[in-house]
């Protein structure tokens, strides 16, 4: 589990075991450049990652790279 704080929420990347049909999903290849640089440190981190924009990511999305990875606001 990784944990983003962006001041105003935490965002919360953990690995997903299974993707539901109804998840909704998105490849790496579809995020903005400054969210897919924050995804992939937060996943390789495992520790708090400042200044993430919330809205480049939804609550419990899929994010599909080399694993399945939901996204949580806490």
């Known amino acids: 589990m990784s944990i983003c704080n962006t001041g105003r929420r935490t ?4 690995r997903a075991d299974s993707v539901r049909a109804s ?4 490849h790496v290849d579809q995020l903005d450049e400054t ?6 440190e937060a996943v ?6 400042a200044s993430v924009d919330e809205r ?12 399945y990875y939901r996204i949580e606001f806490a």
Not at 23 to 26: G, T
Not at 35 to 40: G, V
């Open 11 to 14: 965002v919360i990347v953990r």
């Open 23 to 26: 998840d909704a999903v998105r």
């Open 35 to 40: 969210a897919l640089t924050r995804f992939y």
């Open 44 to 49: 390789t981190a495992g520790g708090r990652i």
């Open 56 to 67: 480049a990511f939804d609550h419990g999305e899929i994010i599909v790279g080399n694993g």
